[in-house]
């Protein structure tokens, strides 16, 4: 079966570092990916882990363990327009993808 | 030049009524997708497609059938629509199996 968990909320401030966690299960695991959706558009693709280590992509660094089956989406020096649902994905080696259940993002002033 | 299009965006009918969503992708890729996204924002795979073969078929009621001339265009098909379809649909493409994939802009579907 594939089961993905992430934080249904986070709250944080112009300017700071958030971090959220995605854990999975997931039979024939290959690669993470983490996508942005703001309200009423469709999701946007982030970046994708297929190796351990982290990615960086300008303010956003993504990071994967595949020997603890975890992963996270960094974001630095938040801004308004971060203020978003962002989800993790698990994908397999059949080329299948399944979301985690999102995770909302809100930036405060 | 939009690279995942979708139509219509949105679309309201009765129930038991039969429609179809069309999605086209210009970005040669081989791989289109089909997702359910409900009121609570839960994203879910329904059809995956690579070559225009059906690759994944999750657990969708038999109402809903996916087709895919070329591997350009995948349609979605739901016959007797009930109110829980109320949804957003979404088409994606992705070179390759489970990549990065691209999302067209949404079928938004209302069942009364």
């Known amino acids: 079966g594939q089961s993905l968990e992430q934080p249904s909320e986070v709250t944080a401030v112009e300017g700071a570092i958030v971090q959220i966690n995605c854990t999975y299960q997931?039979?024939?695991?290959?690669?993470l990916s983490w996508y942005q959706q703001h309200d009423g558009g469709a999701p946007t693709f982030l970046s994708y882990?297929?190796?351990?280590g982290l990615e960086e992509t300008g303010r956003f660094s993504s990071f994967l363990s595949r020997s603890d089956s975890y992963g996270y989406l960094l974001l630095q020096e938040l801004q308004m327009k971060d203020s978003a649902s962002y989800f993790c994905?698990?994908?397999?080696?059949?080329?299948?993808?399944?979301f985690g259940d999102g995770t909302t993002l809100t930036v405060k002033p | 030049d939009t690279a995942v299009s979708q139509t219509p965006k949105y679309l309201v009918t009765q129930m038991g009524n039969d429609k179809s969503i069309k999605c086209e992708q210009n970005?040669?890729?081989?791989?289109m997708y089909w997702y359910k996204q409900d009121s609570k924002k839960f994203l879910k795979i329904m059809f995956s497609?690579?070559?225009?073969?059906?690759?994944i078929n999750e657990t969708v009621p038999n109402r809903f059938s996916p087709k895919s001339p070329d591997k350009a265009h995948l349609n979605l098909h739901i016959n007797s629509l009930e109110l829980g379809d109320s949804a957003v649909y979404f088409c994606?493409?992705?070179?390759?199996?489970?990549?990065?994939?691209?999302f067209g802009p949404g079928t938004r579907l209302t069942v009364t």
């Open positions: 994606a493409s992705s070179q390759s199996r489970g990549g990065e994939q691209y």
């Open positions: 997931t039979s024939g695991f290959y690669g």
């Open positions: 882990n297929a190796l351990d």
């Open positions: 994905a698990a994908n397999t080696n059949a080329g299948k993808s399944t």
């Open positions: 970005l040669g890729h081989d791989t």
């Open positions: 497609y690579n070559n225009k073969e059906l690759i």
